[in-house]
């Protein structure tokens, strides 16, 4: 139950509306992961303060140094605690909607891989995953356990006469400059459906930002739930802050 009476109401309408909706898409950001102990873009504690690290997550200086790029791609992405990080309340509802027989597309500016092993089955990952890395001349791909046994993880796959690839590998995640992924499959799932759920991000990273905009032209409800206020909140259906695990938790229980 919420203290606040207010922000109570407000998850009861979601509820309802979640309740009679049938194609749900789910917009999610750094946020909704604060909960399971990975800060988000603006906390005081994040990496992503760190000017000179976020300069570095570029694919040209993965290219000209991957020997700097590398150690400075792990201390962003892939600290201890982040690839420890479990789901929490809040993915695990948008899983819980979808194995109630939702039609659930959820759409993440995250690389962490969580929705996925909250058991979420259709997740666009626009911004890549931290999970794998590839190799950029045969295209294998390698998990999070070759990366993190790696300083600078290579690819080690041989060719027929015995010779190892050993080309530096191209992390998933999309590095700045580089173009989002399945946006278009974003924007057709937003138009089939009913809802659109935004959760834990500051619409403040193009394209993704103006994603709501596509649901509104459409004339499908935009519900917002974000601990602060976003640039879409005079034009959403509902909004609510407070911490998105509480109020999916309450409104999907
Ligand atoms: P952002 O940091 O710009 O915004 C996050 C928003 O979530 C903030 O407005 C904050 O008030 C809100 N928030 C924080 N904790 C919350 C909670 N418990 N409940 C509800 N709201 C909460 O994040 P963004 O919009 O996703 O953009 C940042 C970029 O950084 C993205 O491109 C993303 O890929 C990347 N990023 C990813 C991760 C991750 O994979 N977990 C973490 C940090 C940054």
């Known amino acids: 139950m919420f ?27 750094a946020g909704i992961s604060t909960e399971s102990g990975i800060p988000d873009f603006r906390s005081e504690h994040g990496v992503w303060q760190d000017e000179d690290l976020l300069a570095a997550m570029t694919d040209r200086h993965l290219r000209e140094a991957p020997d700097d790029f590398w150690p400075k791609y792990k201390r962003t992405f892939l600290r201890p605690e982040y690839v420890a990080a479990q789901p929490n309340d809040g993915h695990g509802a948008i899983a819980q909607l979808e194995r109630r027989g939702k039609d659930v597309t959820v759409i993440t ?3 962490d891989g969580l929705h996925q092993l909250a058991g979420s089955t259709r997740v666009l990952e626009v911004h890549g995953s931290a999970r794998f890395a590839r190799c950029p001349r045969c295209r294998s791909e390698y998990g999070l356990d070759h990366l993190l046994a790696h300083d600078i993880p290579r690819c080690t796959r041989e060719d027929a006469k015995g010779a190892v690839c050993g080309a530096v590998l191209h992390p998933d995640t999309v590095l700045f400059g580089q173009p989002v992924r399945h946006f278009d499959e974003a924007i057709r799932a937003i138009h089939r459906s009913d809802l659109l759920l935004v959760i834990g991000t500051s619409l403040t990273v193009e394209p993704v930002a103006s994603l709501p905009e596509c649901a509104q ?20 259906d509902l909004v609510i802050h407070a911490k998105a695990g509480e109020v999916l938790r309450e409104a999907v229980r």
């Open 217 to 236: 032209r459409d004339r499908t409800r935009v519900v917002i739930v974000n601990l602060e206020i976003t640039s879409f909140d005079a034009r959403a």
């Open 3 to 29: 203290m606040d009476t207010k922000v109570g109401t407000l998850v009861e309408n979601l509820r309802a509306w979640l309740a009679s909706s049938e194609r749900i898409a789910v917009l999610t950001g």
């Open 109 to 111: 500016q995250n690389v």
